[in-house]
């Protein structure tokens, strides 16, 4: 359990210095602009850690990039449609189907990232098990 654990918080740790280091590097966007990102990027490696332990047990590891892909289109959802983060952070109002581009290319992410925490798992399993 700790393993999918480990793999999920360390992908999202990953993945969040990455955006960090994209939103750093984007000419035009301000602390004032993004700050709604921090707030949330704060709590993503304890979620995707919980929601890896979550995983139905049958489905680790070979259906985990599935799972993060449910987890990403609830957070696309939220992010966009709850807490309208594009209009926050871009200062421009989506669309509709703006906003559904967003969350069905944040759900594409999500698994292909979930693809990592899969092949994390298997290499934390196979190291506590002396393989």
């Known amino acids: 359990m700790f393993a999918r654990f480990a793999a999920g918080s360390t ?5 969040i210095a990455l955006g960090a280091l994209v939103a750093v ?4 966007l301000t602390f004032e602009r993004i700050y709604p990102l921090t707030i949330i990027w704060c709590m993503a490696p304890l ?9 139905p047990a049958a489905w680790v590891p070979q259906r985990l990039p599935f799972w993060g892909a449910v987890l990403g289109l609830i957070a696309g959802l939220l992010a966009t449609y ?10 421009e109002t989506l669309s509709v189907f703006g906003r559904t581009v967003v969350v069905l290319v944040l759900t594409v992410f999500y698994y292909i990232l979930w693809m990592l925490v899969r092949v994390a798992c298997r ?8 393989r």
């Open 11 to 15: 992908i999202a740790s990953i993945a």
């Open 25 to 28: 590097l984007t000419p035009g």
């Open 47 to 55: 979620a995707w850690g919980v929601w890896a332990l979550l995983a």
């Open 82 to 91: 709850v807490l309208d983060l594009p209009s926050r952070v871009l200062g």
């Open 123 to 130: 290499s934390l399993t196979s190291a506590a098990l002396g």
